[in-house]
C-alpha cells in the first residue's frame, strides 16, 4: 500500500474534471508530497499519466477495481 499525504475524491467526476481538480489539489501540497485520487473517469490511467509526463509529477502507482482507478501523485521536486 502506497502512503500518501493527501486525498482527492473525484468518483463520479467526468473528464477533464478530474485532471483539473488534481491540478488545483497538488497545488496545495509541498514538493514530494504525494497525492491519492480515487476515480471513476474509464480514462484516468490514461490521463494522468500523460498529465504526469507533461507536468515533471510522477505517477507512483495505479490501481483499478470494479470501476474504480486510485492514483497516486508526487508533487515534483522543484514546484513550489
Do not use: I, W
Not at 473517469?41 to 505517477?59: C, I, S
Request: proline share 5%; aromatic share 4%.
Amino acid at each position: 500500500m502506497q502512503n500518501f499525504d493527501a486525498e482527492l475524491d473525484a468518483r463520479g467526476v467526468p473528464c477533464p474534471l478530474p485532471l483539473l481538480r488534481t491540478k488545483q489539489a497538488l497545488s496545495g501540497l509541498a514538493a514530494g508530497q504525494v497525492l491519492r485520487v480515487l476515480a471513476t473517469d474509464a480514462a484516468a490511467p490514461r490521463d494522468f499519466a500523460a498529465y504526469a509526463e507533461a507536468t515533471g509529477h510522477v505517477l507512483l502507482q495505479t490501481e483499478s477495481a470494479d470501476g474504480l482507478c486510485v492514483l497516486y501523485l508526487r508533487k515534483r521536486e522543484d514546484a513550489t
